[in-house]
């Protein structure tokens, strides 16, 4: 059986010393789940599945194509498939859990509810 729980605290310890921004931590099926803290600029560009994001710790603006919001620890964020995002002025502490899943493309959208908060 592969590990079920991920701990913030270890997650990040994977990214000390190393050149990347992100540290791929498990993998299941179509789904990826790495632990993302950018340094100075947030140089993504769009994935080619879909992404959710869990904001960790820190706070955050995070654009999506033309639209932009604050965030904080606990939000939760939705990317497309090959849709333009990025975090900027993001705190010292600012890091978030990044779920890649799916088919390369994306899914097809269907909304069932929408929630503006």
């Given amino acids: 059986m592969t590990n079920f729980k991920l701990n913030l605290s270890a997650a990040l310890s994977n990214l000390s010393g190393q050149p990347q921004e992100f540290a791929k931590l498990f993998q299941h099926g179509t789904l990826e789940v790495e632990i993302y803290k950018p340094k100075d600029i947030d140089k993504q560009t769009p994935h080619d599945r879909g992404e959710i994001y869990i904001i960790a710790s ?54 069932i509810n929408h929630l503006s908060i």
């Fill in 58 to 111: 820190g706070t955050s603006n995070f654009h999506l194509a033309d639209q932009e919001t604050t965030v904080a620890t606990g939000d939760f964020l939705f990317v497309p498939a090959h849709q333009d995002h990025r975090f900027t002025s993001f705190s010292k502490d600012f890091s978030t859990w990044v779920f890649f899943y799916g088919p390369l493309g994306g899914e097809k959208s269907q909304m």
